[in-house]
């Protein structure tokens, strides 16, 4: 029997395998390798992940194999480490020409695995029993092939580094420059050579983990720049200043270039010592500096002061040329240059050929010159117009003086500067201060949009020179923009006969003065057309609205085919090319204006464009500060008329409160005074008829003289409220007034079962108060207190001080007011009292207002009420307590009775 071997395949299981299978494997593979080739080719063609084969010649000559497969054939016939092998050796030299990475080895020999097994797979010249050996075989083979080619690759690359890095090593330390090795993420130094130990005052060791920033903090930023690639392929060079130990400066030149270290990615830095050399090449300038000035001397400066000439007239604005004696171009500048249609050259040929000659020869150009070059004359035209090839105008100043040269020779000096740019930007703004100061101090809407129209219309010097114009104004409470006025033709013979009679008016006062004989609206030019220019004022996509909302003058130029044109407004207009130029204040929007030239059918150019949104801006101005004025002067005249009714209905009003207050006034009074009158009389009779009885004298004499004072009562409340005097403010002790109140109404509390309560505070400060008219409001309300207990009770009267405030109350424990009570009680003769005139609290609250202090009542029905008088402190105001004497501190408890 064949000797058998154990083959390892690539799960690391071993496989007997005879000899007569290697040989078998490796005469199929060798016979269909070229076909095994071509599907592999094909497989990598329509897969990119599939590794395409590199070719060698086949063993016959007859085509070209996978130089892997022939490499496998070998290893399958031979067994073992064959690299000495022809074919093994071949592939190998292959695979390193190639260049491809160790990563690359495992897919190669996937592929390599896969279509030999696809190709065993589908033969049938070997029985399917044979063929489970072949390909455990065939699998061990390519793996160990495999292995074999990454072992080889790895040997060889590791042989290339110890190389190259015993090459750079050698490099890197004989290097005369300073060599610093920089890992480019940490910034930290990874090595330094000798040199830059030397230059750095460090030793290696010293330099190694050192950040680069400890070198020089300015490194780290200059690094990328460093680093990165310039387009002429040169390594960029930076100096920088280093300060050595012993505190001198020295200039270093650094540059750098990235590299691998050691696993890490690194920049090795390269830093040279040109502190002589900077210093050289500086002593070398300043010396050359001198010597430049030492030698250039007066013919520097001429060339200087000719430069700066020469530089002046290029950058001139004016179009300049200078000429000789026969008239030849010796310089022309810069702005002559641009001017011209072609780059041919101008220095040398004659005027002539390079100078437009209808100024030549139609303007007399020429001979002026030959004129000036003779006598020396000058020449100066201002606004020549020049006719241009596109028939606009352009407006020149020329001007040819003589020159003459350093040694005599006679030159020309032509200018010709154009100025039709400046003169448009005078007229347009002489135009545009004429219109807005005709529209200054109008406060009539309607005048204003006049004013407005003729401006845009008015043709010459005096407006913007449109055909025909429009403006419509934005109605904010129907949302509509709405036409107001209208100006210009209607027809091309209108046109011709209206702006004949127009002819004769050179000024716009001459214009506006036609307001005053307008006809009616109805029967202005362009009423038609107005009528029909009515569109929503939300329609932000489509005009006149789309120019209000974005705040900007539209320039249609074909209105049948502009989506942004309704229909209706291009039916009303009947021109195709027309302007729409907004009208809004900050937020407001008031208007828009059109303006177009159906008549003329000129085209509308961008200046025009500009000086209608100028004019229009400042008329939204104009006409928002007249509507604005028409509204306040409308609020104003309704504010009149509505105050000339208020006056007359207060007057009324006052007239009959009046009267009905002396009414009132009256039936109380009569009230009061009718029952004391009719006991006064009743008894005076009875004295008339019993005069002799004494007892009956004296007592119905003591009843009169009760029913006099109820009367005198009545008067003195009455006249205490008709005319109350002023208070005469001075600063007072509320203790002291308190105390004085009580003492005044002890004759009524005797009348009753009545206990009075002091609780007065110590610290009480002295308070600004008339002191008369304080105890009456204090005695009142006591009074009051006493007349809520007809049956008895406690009264507790008080003052304490609370932060700026100073308050002082009465309470009693009576019957309470109904809380409907409550906002009347301080009402002119209000009262619940069968025998009360409704006077007292009024008179209270009022004296206590006087006095810029407050009255307020708290009250609960079966409980009783409390009346407080509240003083306000002034800030500044010191707060002095009241001296009490003695006898008298106001202790709480402290009764009478």
């Not at 057309?529 to 609205?545: G, H, N």
Request: with cysteine; glycine share 6%; charged share 25%.
């Amino acid at each position: 029997m064949p000797s058998e071997r154990q083959e390892e395949l690539a799960d690391d299981r071993f496989v007997p395998v005879g000899l007569g299978e290697r040989e078998k494997l490796a005469r199929f593979l060798e016979a269909h390798g070229r076909q095994i080739t071509q599907d592999w080719l094909a497989r990598s063609a329509a897969d990119e992940a599939v590794a395409r084969p590199y070719l060698a010649e086949g063993p016959d000559g007859a085509g070209e194999v996978a130089a892997s497969l022939l490499a496998l054939i070998e290893h399958v016939r031979e067994g073992g480490h064959d690299m000495h092998l022809p074919a093994h050796a071949a592939w190998l030299q292959c695979w390193h020409e190639t260049g491809m990475s160790r990563g690359n080895i495992r897919d190669h020999f996937h592929a390599l695995r896969d279509v030999t097994l696809e190709a065993l797979e589908r033969t049938d010249t070997i029985g399917e029993a044979e063929k489970r050996p072949l390909r455990m075989l065939l699998e061990a083979a390519v793996r160990n092939l495999r292995l074999e080619t990454s072992e080889y690759e790895t040997r060889r690359l590791l042989a290339e580094a110890v190389a190259e890095r015993q090459r750079y090593q050698g490099l890197f330390d004989t290097s005369a420059d300073s060599i610093v090795i920089v890992d480019l993420e940490s910034l930290e130094i990874l090595d330094a050579n000798p040199a830059a130990e030397r230059l750095l005052e460090r030793t290696r060791s010293e330099l190694q983990g050192l950040p680069l920033r400890a070198l020089h903090d300015d490194l780290p930023l200059i690094l990328p720049g460093l680093l990165a690639p310039r387009p002429d392929g040169r390594t960029p060079t930076y100096n920088l200043p280093l300060r050595r130990r012993d505190g001198s400066l020295m200039v270093v030149a650094i540059n750098a270039t990235t590299l691998e270290y050691g696993g890490h990615r690194a920049s090795q830095v390269l830093m040279r010592d040109i502190t002589e050399r900077v210093r050289f090449r500086e002593e070398l300038a300043r010396r050359a500096d001198e010597l430049q000035e030492q030698v250039a001397g007066q013919v520097s400066e001429l060339e200087r002061l000719g430069t700066f000439l020469e530089n002046i007239i290029d950058a001139l604005p004016a179009r300049l040329l200078v000429l000789d004696e026969n008239l030849n171009v010796l310089h022309a500048n810069q702005a002559y240059l641009q001017e011209r249609r072609n780059s041919d050259p101008v220095a040398g040929r004659h005027i002539t050929e390079v100078f437009p000659r209808e100024l030549l020869e139609d303007a007399g150009l020429l001979d002026q010159m030959r004129q000036t070059l003779e006598t020396g004359s000058r020449l100066r035209w201002s606004a020549y117009r020049q006719p241009t090839p596109d028939h606009n105008e352009r407006l020149l100043d020329i001007a040819i003086e003589p020159c003459p040269g350093a040694e005599g020779q006679r030159y020309l000096l032509v200018t010709l500067e154009d100025v039709t740019e400046r003169q448009r930007q005078f007229y347009a703004r002489l135009v545009l201060h004429h219109i807005v100061e005709a529209m200054l101090g109008v406060r009539d809407v309607d005048r204003l949009v006049h004013t407005l129209l003729t401006g845009i219309t008015a043709g010459g010097a005096v407006g913007l020179g449109f055909n025909r114009a429009v403006v419509l104004l934005a109605d904010e409470e129907a949302r509509l923009l709405r036409a107001e006025q209208g100006v210009g033709p209607e027809s091309p013979e209108e046109a011709g006969r209206v702006w004949s009679e127009l002819s004769t008016r050179l000024t716009l006062e001459q214009f506006l003065a036609d307001y005053e004989h307008l006809p009616p609206p109805e029967q202005r030019p362009l009423r038609d057309m107005i009528e029909r220019l009515v569109f929503p004022l939300d329609d932000k996509e489509r005009l006149p609205a789309l120019a209000a909302h974005s705040r900007e003058t539209i320039h249609v130029l074909d209105a049948g085919s502009d989506p942004r044109v309704p229909p209706e407004l291009a039916e009303a207009l009947g021109a195709d090319e027309f302007v729409v130029a907004p009208m809004v204040v900050q937020d407001r929007i008031i208007g828009v204006a059109i303006a177009d030239n159906r008549i003329t059918q000129q085209s509308i150019h961008g200046p025009d464009i500009e000086l209608l949104t100028a004019l229009t801006n400042q008329a939204a101005l104009a006409i928002d500060g007249a509507i604005f004025y028409a509204q306040a002067k409308r609020r104003a005249d309704e504010l009149q008329e509505a105050y000339s009714k208020l006056e007359a209905a207060t007057e009324r009003l006052v007239r009959s409160e009046a009267l009905a207050a002396i009414g009132e006034v009256t039936a109380i009074v009569a009230h009061e005074i009718r029952n004391p009158l009719s006991t006064i009389g009743g008894f005076a009779r009875m004295l008339r008829r019993r005069c002799h009885e004494v007892e009956i004298v004296k007592r119905n004499a003591r009843i009169i003289e009760e029913e006099v004072a109820k009367l005198e009562d009545i008067l003195s409340g009455l006249l205490d409220f008709s005319k109350p005097s002023r208070p005469r403010l001075e600063a007072c002790s509320l203790a002291e007034i308190i105390r004085a109140s009580i003492v005044s109404t002890q004759g009524q509390r005797e009348r009753g079962n009545f206990e009075l309560i002091e609780q007065i505070s110590e610290d009480l400060p002295l308070v600004p108060v008339d002191c008369h008219q304080m105890e009456q409001v204090v005695r009142n309300l006591i009074i009051n207190a006493l007349d809520a207990m007809p049956y008895g009770g406690k009264i507790t009267v008080g003052a304490r001080r609370e932060g700026n405030q100073v308050i002082l109350w009465v309470s009693d424990t009576g019957m309470g007011i109904p809380a409907h009570h409550l906002d009347q009680i301080f009402d002119h003769f209000f009262t619940t009292k069968p025998t009360g005139t409704g006077l007292g609290l009024a008179l209270a609250k009022k004296i206590v207002e006087d006095h810029g202090a407050r009255l307020e009542v708290s009250s609960e029905e079966g409980v009783g009420s409390t009346f407080s008088v509240i003083f306000n402190l002034d800030e500044g105001e010191p707060a002095t307590p009241a001296v009490l004497s003695a006898g008298e501190s106001g202790d709480t408890g402290k009764g009478s009775s």
